[in-house]
């Protein structure tokens, strides 16, 4: 995905067109798994989630905060084995059922008026920068979905 995501109905929008029409995908996950992934750092950024690395690299990482929530998300970044269970997709997700719930997550978030739970890296986050995070962070996934050329 080439275009740069710039708030999120664009997301949302983007989502929305990809839809579960034939994709291939670059990395190691299917479209439903990424759909899986994605919906689910939406929920945990309303509903919360423990801590995903020790203090000590919390620390070391929270500096980078502004580069992570305005410019890009860093694909070096492994899902923390402590929130891998809400975060890691199964073997398989269905990219239908992954999408609805993804576009249903993006909705709450847009919706949500109360206090974010601190990122499980990053730490206390503003809601600009929650969105900021989220767009980034959908950003570098949805560039692994290639539309498939139909004859």
């Given at each position: 995905?080439?275009?740069?995501?710039?708030?999120?109905?664009s997301?949302?929008?983007?989502?929305?067109?990809?839809?579960?029409?034939?994709?291939?995908t670059?990395g190691?996950?299917?479209?439903?798994?990424i759909?899986?992934?994605?919906?689910a750092?939406?929920?945990?950024?309303?509903?919360g989630?423990?801590?995903?690395?020790?203090?000590w690299?919390r620390l070391?990482?929270?500096?980078?905060?502004?580069?992570?929530?305005?410019?890009?998300?860093?694909?070096?970044?492994?899902?923390?084995?402590?929130?891998?269970?809400?975060?890691a997709?199964?073997?398989?997700?269905?990219?239908?059922?992954?999408?609805?719930?993804?576009l249903?997550?993006i909705?709450?978030?847009?919706e949500?008026e109360?206090?974010f739970?601190?990122?499980?890296?990053?730490?206390?986050?503003?809601?600009?920068e929650?969105?900021?995070?989220?767009?980034?962070?959908?950003?570098?996934?949805?560039s692994?979905?290639?539309?498939?050329?139909?004859?």
């Amino acid at each position: 995905m080439p275009v740069r995501l710039r708030s999120i109905e664009s997301l949302r929008d983007e989502i929305h067109s990809l839809g579960c029409v034939k994709h291939r995908t670059r990395g190691n996950w299917s479209t439903g798994q990424i759909y899986f992934h994605l919906a689910a750092a939406f929920e945990a950024s309303i509903d919360g989630a423990s801590p995903g690395y020790p203090r000590w690299v919390r620390l070391l990482i929270r500096p980078f905060r502004s580069i992570v929530t305005q410019i890009c998300f860093p694909p070096w970044l492994p899902i923390p084995k402590a929130i891998s269970s809400k975060l890691a997709p199964p073997d398989y997700a269905d990219c239908t059922e992954q999408h609805g719930r993804l576009l249903l997550a993006i909705d709450r978030f847009a919706e949500h008026e109360g206090v974010f739970p601190p990122h499980p890296v990053l730490g206390p986050l503003t809601r600009t920068e929650w969105i900021g995070f989220h767009l980034r962070h959908s950003q570098h996934h949805l560039s692994f979905i290639e539309q498939a050329q139909v004859p």
